[in-house]
């Protein structure tokens, strides 16, 4: 007898959390999580949607001011001269731990 891949609650199809695959990394995403941390990093969302990020870097200070405003600023622009990261290589990040992301467009300097 063969194990189903799938079952049907109350019409909903459900798989089994093993059978579902890691998307591919997409491009990087600061993660804020709950504590104060803040991450930086390729992110792959998991099937418990959780998220890991490979090659990732804690951002220790932000590093922006009044004419460049925040974290938006730096997703959208990389890292100032006053931007501090920590290495921190692969992290993995609860669901419920998750603030907020910013997809990150300019991913230079950020190495």
């Known amino acids: ?32 999580a709950d504590r104060g941390w803040v991450f930086i990093g390729d992110a792959v969302k998991e099937g418990d949607n959780s998220l890991t990020l490979t090659n990732a870097k804690v951002i220790r200070r932000w590093g922006t001011d009044a004419a460049r405003p925040g974290l938006g600023w730096l997703a959208a622009n990389g890292p100032t001269e006053n931007t501090k990261l920590e290495d921190s290589g692969t992290v993995r990040v609860p669901s419920r731990s998750v603030v907020s992301t910013f997809d990150v467009t300019y991913s230079g300097g950020w190495s």
């Open 1 to 32: 007898m063969s194990t189903p891949k799938t079952i049907v609650i109350d019409g909903t199809e459900y798989v089994r959390k093993t059978d579902i695959p890691a998307g591919p990394p997409t491009d990087k995403l600061i993660v804020v």
